[in-house]
């Protein structure tokens, strides 16, 4: 297990070779450190701006090949986001190192996790805060897979798309309480009275009768949050949520 000594010192190394590295424009920590509000299970989160965009490819390989050659890089993957791509590494000591490459003319902040530290940066632009409509479009959807899951007798997959629905659900609590709804980050913050609600949903077995209590409690839950964000979306909606919940019986 890494300690934060641990973090703290990969994380300045990979500042100064990102200080030395003639391509990179701008190094920003992003992340709960920006802010100071890392703790003893924090990754590392860096951004760099590449002022040439055609050399990108090379600096993400040679920035690879060190972090596997030098820092005992297990793993990796990319998750990419418009101009942007996060290559994620898992290191020997189960530490995280998130290192985002940008070209230059897209290098900002699109949070306020964002702290320049060495070169330039654009002006901050946000990124969109997520919307009650998209979580509500994706919980109805799911609703439809879990009922005909549940018809087809398959569990497993009745239970993925019942899972589904209830963080979405969450996530909608999560936006009403002015909470975050990423990956799950608000959650502990909600309301007892909130999450009580929904732990009585979580799923015990994988029988049929089981399955359909969890989906009618989940959908209720779905209910209630649609109604907080837009009753009159709620009344359109609660006559063919409810059918699915009967349909699955």
Request: proline share 4%.
């Amino acid at each position: 297990m890494f300690t934060p000594e641990e973090r703290a010192r990969l994380r300045l190394a990979l500042l100064e070779n990102a200080a030395g590295d003639s391509r990179i424009s701008g190094a920003a920590i992003t992340g709960s450190a920006a802010n100071d509000g890392e703790d003893r299970w924090s990754d590392i989160d860096l951004a760099f701006g590449v002022a040439d965009a055609a050399a990108l490819p090379e600096v993400l390989a040679d920035w690879t090949a060190r972090m596997y050659e030098q820092h005992g890089a297990l793993h990796h993957l990319d998750v990419r986001s418009g101009s942007w791509i996060y290559r994620v590494f898992l290191l020997t000591g189960t530490l995280q190192v998130d290192l985002a490459f940008v070209p230059e003319p897209d290098f900002r902040a699109l949070a306020p996790t964002f702290r320049l530290v060495s070169g330039r940066a654009n002006e901050p632009r946000h990124a969109p805060a997520a919307q009650a409509a998209d979580f509500i479009g994706m919980a109805w959807l799911y609703a439809l897979h879990a009922r005909s899951s549940i018809a087809r007798g398959k569990p497993w997959q009745a239970e993925y798309m019942i899972s589904g629905m209830r963080d979405l659900v969450l996530a909608l609590a999560c936006l009403r309480h002015g909470l975050s709804s990423v990956h799950g980050r608000g959650i502990d913050q909600l309301p007892g009275e909130v999450t009580g609600a929904l732990e009585e949903s979580l799923i015990r077995r994988l029988d049929t009768a089981e399955l359909r209590r969890a989906f009618r409690l989940v959908t209720e839950g779905l209910l209630s949050e649609i109604r907080s964000a837009d009753r009159e979306l709620a009344e359109r909606l609660s006559e063919a949520l409810t059918q699915l919940t009967d349909g699955a019986c």
